[in-house]
C-alpha cells in the first residue's frame, strides 16, 4: 500500500512515532546535526546499541544506503531506524545511495511493524545534498515503496526544507 505522507517543521526529536529515522554516519556513534541530537535526546541506551552492532555485524560501520534499527531509549518512539546516506560531492551525488536510505528504512520498518515514520531530510545538512533534490529523491521513494507503513513524516528542520518538501508533494 502507498504511506499517507505527511510534513512537519520542527525538532525531529520531538515527534511522536512508531520510528524516528536517523541521517547517521558510518560508525553508529553519534555525530552533528540530527545524529548527535537523536544521541542526545535519546540517551545512552541508543548509544550502547550502537555500539553492539559496531562490535557484531557493522565492525566496518554501516555502510551508505543501508539502514538498522536500535531502541529509541528517551525518545516518544518505539525505534530508532539509523541510515547513512551520501555526501553530495562536487559534481554531483549518486541518487541511487539516497533512494537506497528511504526504501532501506522503510524495509527496516516493516521488519519492525512500525506503521508510524518520521524522517528527517536526509544528507541536506553537512553531507550538502541540494534541498530540492533531496525532496524530490525522498518523496518519489516514499509513494513508489511498496511498505506496510501508514505514515510517512518527513520532518523538517526550516522554512526552506519544508517548502522544497510541500512543493514535491504538489
Not at 97 to 104: D, G, K, N, V, W
Request: hydrophobic fraction near 40%; charged fraction near 20%; proline fraction near 4%.
Amino acid at each position: 500500500m502507498t504511506p499517507t505522507i505527511t510534513l512537519a517543521k520542527g525538532d525531529i526529536t520531538r515527534e511522536s512515532a512508531d520510528a524516528i529515522v536517523n541521517a547517521a554516519n558510518s560508525s553508529l556513534l553519534g555525530g552533528g546535526g540530527v545524529d548527535g541530537a537523536i544521541h542526545r535526546r535519546g540517551g545512552p541506551a541508543i548509544l550502547e546499541e550502537c555500539r553492539k552492532l559496531r562490535a557484531s555485524q557493522y565492525g566496518k560501520g554501516l555502510p551508505t544506503g543501508q539502514a538498522v534499527a536500535t531502541t529509541a531509549g528517551e525518545l516518544d518512539a518505539r525505534w530508532v531506524i539509523h541510515t547513512v546516506g551520501p555526501v553530495w560531492q562536487v559534481g554531483g551525488g549518486d541518487a541511487s545511495l539516497l533512494a537506497s536510505c528511504y526504501r532501506e528504512s522503510l524495509r527496516v520498518a516493516d521488519e519492525l511493524g512500525a506503521r508510524t515514520v518520521a524522517f528527517p531530510a536526509i544528507s541536506t545538512g553537512v553531507y550538502r545534498w541540494p534541498m530540492d533534490d533531496a525532496a524530490r529523491i525522498a518523496v518519489e521513494t516514499a509513494l513508489n515503496t511498496p511498505t506496510d507503513v501508514e505514515e510517512v513524516r518527513f520532518v523538517l528542520f526550516d522554512d526552506r526544507a519544508y517548502e522544497a518538501f510541500a512543493t514535491r508533494l504538489g
